[in-house]
């Protein structure tokens, strides 16, 4: 699924992220890799097959576009090392020709040499590509009108609706008039509401496709 933003094609794919077109760049957000290993070390019983099932919607990715370029607009990891930081740098290391990049999210606590060894770039707190600014948090006020915003954080999911009353939780994209909001990738990091208004486009990510969301009242809304 596709859509023109500012004369850009943003293509929707079902693993929860955006190809850039023009630019050949990939943008995902919210993996929180490590978070997995985290509970599971707490005695929480999370499946242990979900950090593998992030990687693999990584390479489907790399391997059904063009992309020269990824990057990871916040919480690309969870918590302190541990294993699935090692899943993650062995999985950089098959792509050395992909460049990568992180805009911090308020998770990504790095070693200081982390990102040197496995050349990816950090930017603490927006990367500015053409007309698009790339954050983490989603903005509460623009720098003017022109300025489009494309974060992550929220994790935004939305509730659909069948005709037998039936009711169904996923992920979603979320497009404003001057913002976008990207799902969380990572298998296991939950969902939040946020209201949306009637211009809004929301395509919501269902059995690996892409529905549009058609609102239906006034009240309707993104919620977990």
């Not at 919210?30 to 929480?44: M, V």
């Not at 992030?54 to 370029?69: G, P, Q």
């Not at 623009?142 to 659909?160: A, R, W």
């Not at 946020?194 to 009240?219: F, G, M, N, R, S």
Request: with cysteine.
């Amino acid at each position: 699924m596709e859509l023109r933003i500012k004369n850009n094609t943003f293509v929707l794919l079902p693993q929860k992220a955006i190809y850039w077109k023009e630019a050949q760049l990939v943008l995902v957000s919210d993996l929180h890799i490590g978070k997995i290993s985290h509970f599971r070390k707490a005695g929480i019983p999370v499946p242990h097959h979900g950090s593998h099932d992030n990687f693999r919607r990584l390479d489907e990715i790399i391997e059904s576009t063009d992309t020269k370029h990824i990057l990871f607009v916040g919480d690309l990891f969870h918590s302190d090392v541990n294993r699935e930081w090692d899943q993650f740098c062995s999985w950089r290391k098959q792509y050395p020709a992909i460049k990568m990049d992180i805009v911090l999210g308020n998770h990504d606590y790095l070693p200081e040499d982390f990102c040197k060894n496995y050349q990816i770039d950090i930017y603490p707190t927006e990367l500015v590509i053409g007309p698009f600014t790339f954050a983490h948090h989603p903005r509460e006020e623009f720098i003017n009108e022109h300025e489009y915003v494309i974060s992550g954080h929220v994790h935004p999911v939305v509730s659909l609706s069948g005709m037998a009353r039936q009711h169904v939780t996923v992920p979603c994209f979320y497009f404003g008039t001057q913002q976008a909001i990207l799902p969380s990738f990572g298998y296991f990091t939950g969902g939040y509401a946020i209201d949306i208004e009637e211009t809004d486009t929301v395509i919501a990510v269902a059995a690996k496709k892409l529905y549009p969301v058609q609102l239906k009242t006034e009240t309707s809304r993104l919620g977990a």
